[in-house]
């Protein structure tokens, strides 16, 4: 079966609806399992399976009217396009790229912006509430976008400092067996965190700021104590706290702060006879007033389109 499809686009757009050496639609028939071509006037699309034929053409009339309204995608966009468009109208997903707001730029000055609908919904959660929650599966954006806000408010005054932490539990290892002083021992759980970071400050005023502790690096053990006044606070791979230190981290409170928790429930390397304190926390914490719990799924993940195959595998077996 054979459907033409008329591109309604500029002639010098219709590179970026196709892609480069037409990318972009060699991925789509990928995904769709059919075959797409172009004589660069329409679309044509050949399949037996009349509903794949339908679902192409949805696919297609989104990313047309990205591209006429001048909104750049790329390929985990397309893939993203592709999930959602099975539970959301088109009007949704093609709302979702035109309402898109700037978090911050990057250090290259490249512009960054939320890519799915619950990326959305995590910084507008952090705007709005005192603790925000962030549940789900790796590669979702989780710790990325909330060191982005923290970076976001210290630049513009909100916070005076911003506080990275994460509890050291990592593949049964102990931290007084690793080589190296505290920081030696601690940095390597902390570099997802210190990647987000130097990709929009830049590694010489990361290093800076990190020197002057207006960004501060610590073990979650080292928050015990401590008052957290006019700070943005991150507490990442939080599955992997106890339900005392999920307590101890919550209660580091103060005034004119913020906090965002970041974990995925599906991954505790708890010993089996400790309960995680993530796990505890979305169960008493849900519905109070300045806190927001957001619960990711695979459908979010913006890796290599791979993991996402690697997630569903994995969940299903």
């Known amino acids: 079966?054979?459907?033409?499809?008329?591109?309604?686009?500029?002639?010098?757009?219709?590179?970026?609806?196709?892609?480069?050496?037409?990318?972009?639609?060699?991925?789509?028939?990928?995904?769709?399992?059919?075959?797409?071509?172009?004589?660069?006037?329409?679309?044509?699309?050949?399949?037996?399976?009349?509903v794949k034929i339908e679902s192409v053409k949805k696919i297609i009339n989104v990313l047309v009217e990205l591209v006429n309204n001048n909104i750049a995608f790329n390929e985990r966009d397309l893939i993203y396009i592709y999930h959602l468009l099975d539970k959301e109208p088109e009007e949704e997903v093609i709302g979702l790229f035109l309402s898109r707001k700037e978090i911050i730029k990057t250090f290259s000055g490249k512009p960054i912006y939320p890519k799915t609908f619950n990326q959305k919904k995590y910084i507008e959660a952090i705007e709005s509430n005192t603790l925000t929650m962030g549940i789900g599966p790796a590669g979702t954006g989780k710790t990325y976008l909330a060191v982005l806000m923290a970076i976001?408010?210290?630049?513009?005054?909100?916070?005076?400092?911003?506080?990275?932490?994460?509890?050291?539990?990592?593949?049964?290892?102990?931290?007084?067996?690793?080589?190296?002083?505290?920081?030696?021992?601690?940095?390597?759980?902390?570099?997802?965190?210190?990647?987000?970071?130097?990709?929009?400050?830049?590694?010489?005023?990361?290093?800076?700021?990190?020197?002057?502790?207006?960004?501060?690096?610590?073990?979650?053990?080292?928050?015990?104590?401590?008052?957290?006044?006019n700070a943005f606070v991150i507490l990442d791979e939080a599955q992997n706290t106890t339900v005392n230190q999920m307590?101890?981290?919550?209660?580091?409170?103060?005034?004119?702060?913020?906090?965002?928790?970041?974990?995925?429930?599906?991954?505790?390397?708890?010993?089996?006879?400790?309960?995680?304190?993530?796990?505890?926390?979305?169960?008493?914490?849900?519905?109070?007033?300045s806190i927001k719990i957001i619960n990711f799924d695979r459908t979010d993940v913006v890796r290599h389109p791979l993991v996402q195959n690697i997630i569903e595998r994995f969940e299903n077996d």
């Open 1 to 50: 079966m054979t459907k033409k499809l008329d591109v309604n686009i500029k002639l010098d757009n219709l590179i970026d609806l196709l892609g480069v050496n037409d990318k972009n639609i060699s991925l789509l028939a990928d995904l769709m399992d059919v075959s797409i071509y172009s004589n660069h006037q329409e679309l044509v699309i050949e399949s037996d399976d009349p």
């Open 152 to 229: 976001k408010y210290l630049k513009s005054n909100q916070v005076r400092r911003i506080i990275l932490t994460r509890p050291a539990v990592e593949a049964g290892e102990k931290l007084g067996f690793l080589p190296g002083d505290l920081k030696e021992k601690v940095d390597p759980y902390l570099r997802p965190l210190y990647d987000a970071m130097y990709e929009v400050l830049g590694p010489r005023d990361s290093l800076d700021l990190l020197e002057k502790q207006v960004i501060e690096v610590a073990p979650l053990a080292y928050m015990r104590g401590r008052t957290l006044d």
């Open 247 to 289: 307590k101890l981290f919550l209660t580091r409170l103060g005034f004119g702060s913020k906090m965002v928790v970041n974990g995925d429930i599906t991954q505790i390397d708890l010993p089996s006879y400790q309960s995680s304190g993530l796990v505890k926390a979305k169960e008493i914490l849900d519905h109070i007033h």
